[in-house]
């Protein structure tokens, strides 16, 4: 279980990270929809 625990927090970056792109590219998608609704 020790080395399961050192693994977490070794991903934590990664995860973190990838919670952040998908923010963006989720936070950018909506402010196109709501810019070009035409395109819809």
Known sequence: MEGFHQDAIAMSPWLSLLCGV????A???L???VLRPESF
């Open 22 to 25: 998908l923010v963006l590219v």
């Open 27 to 29: 936070a950018a998608y």
């Open 31 to 33: 402010l196109y929809v």
